[in-house]
């Protein structure tokens, strides 16, 4: 039994007298704690160590009390295990040397075994969940299949994935058998996850937002409804797609047990087109924890009252920036925890 079960609640859309609180990206790359342990170990390793991702995962909540975490790790360890090869170059992001752009690529991406490609993701699981105590739930996550073929193909990041969207619209039945080989890694990653302790997990699809809404639906929706199906009856299940207001409709039919939203969609407008009956999450602007610590405070009250106090998860709408301070970072989570009706 978790001790502090509000997320979980909040998640089967039970009444709550506030809201429960945690923010994307919350581990891993703000806090100055985390900056001395990477300043020791490169990118993978900290993944790769238990010890390591275990601690980075609840140095978030020691500082300021979320009511879950998210285990410290990354959307891309899934084409690592695929045999696909990923450097984090530091100052610049992933960076995949050999990226999939011909039938050859494609035919040597492995659907690995997962235990043997990431049992070290299930120690830290195990490792997270002893150091939690059971007092609040950890999040397991993965990238959404298009959001991971965006990086196998383009081979970094970029603002518009451009050559990702070329490959799909070029050479769709490959963008199809590569979307497919993603979808069964990842649904066995995430049953692997859920069995190995995390309460609840969540698909980010980053760069859906990238794909017209009729694009949406043949690249991206299919394969998150896959994974959903696959899920949903062993742990709940958050969709987020940034930029993905337009699918808002597809995600609250899902099966999930809640959609995330980014700031560009107003609480009105996310309630509106999700049909008032699915819990939501999000969706403060990151940037706006630049603003003044009281300013935050009057802010995050205000978006509580607009989405209203059930059927919510208060988080930003994407992830945490690293220049944020850390005193507004509190605020945010501690304006949460003082809402009153
Ligand atoms: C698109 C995406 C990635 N990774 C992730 C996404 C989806 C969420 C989102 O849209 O923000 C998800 C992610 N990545 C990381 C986590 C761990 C948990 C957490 O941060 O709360 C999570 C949930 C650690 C990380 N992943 C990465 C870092 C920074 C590198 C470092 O610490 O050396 C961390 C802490 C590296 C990474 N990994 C990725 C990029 C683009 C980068 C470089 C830029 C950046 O800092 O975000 C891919």
Redesign the pocket.
């Known amino acids: 039994m978790i001790k502090n079960d509000l997320f979980l609640r909040a998640l089967k859309g039970e009444t709550v007298d506030r809201p429960p609180v945690w923010m ?6 703000y806090l100055p704690e985390f900056m001395e342990l ?1 300043k020791k170990y490169d ?1 993978f390793t ?1 993944c790769q160590t238990p010890e390591l991702a275990s601690e980075i995962t609840v140095q978030p909540i020691r500082r300021y009390g979320m009511d879950a975490a ?7 360890v899934i084409p690592q295990a695929m045999d696909i090869e990923v450097e ?1 170059k ?1 100052n610049f ?2 960076y995949l040397p050999n990226p999939i752009r011909t039938k050859e690529d494609l035919d040597k991406v492995i659907v690995p075994n997962i235990e043997d490609t990431l049992g070290y993701v299930m120690e830290a699981i195990t490792m997270t969940k002893e150091k939690l105590n059971d007092d609040i739930p950890l999040i397991g ?1 993965a ?1 959404s299949p298009w ?1 991971i073929l965006c ?1 196998c193909v383009e081979g970094q ?1 970029s603002k518009s994935f451009d050559k990702a969207r070329g490959f799909c619209f070029t050479q769709p039945e490959l963008a199809h058998q590569l979307l497919q080989k993603i979808t069964d890694t990842t649904i066995a990653y995430l049953k692997a996850k859920v069995k190995a302790g995390v309460n609840a997990v969540q698909v ?1 699809d ?1 760069w859906g937002g990238m794909l017209s809404p009729t694009d949406y639906q043949e690249f991206s929706w299919p394969y998150i409804q896959q994974i959903v199906d696959a899920l949903k009856e062993e742990s709940p299940v958050i969709v987020f797609g ?1 930029g993905c207001w337009f699918a808002l409709k597809e995600m609250a039919a899902s099966g999930a047990s809640a959609v995330g939203v980014d700031w560009t969609c107003s609480p009105q407008n996310a309630r509106y087109l999700t049909g008032g009956k699915i819990t939501l999450q999000g969706n403060f602007d990151p940037a706006r924890l630049l603003s003044p610590p009281d300013k935050i405070r009057n802010m995050v009250h205000q978006m509580i009252r607009e989405f209203g106090k059930d059927k919510y998860v208060v988080n930003l709408g ?2 945490i920036l ?1 220049n944020i301070p850390l005193e507004n970072a509190k605020a945010f989570v501690d304006a949460v925890k003082e809402y009153q009706e």
């Open positions: 994307m990206r919350q581990a891993g790359r990477r990118f900290r998210i285990l410290f790790s990354d959307i891309l984090m530091p992001g992933p996550f990238g959001t990086y990041g980010f980053s940034k994407h992830g690293p």
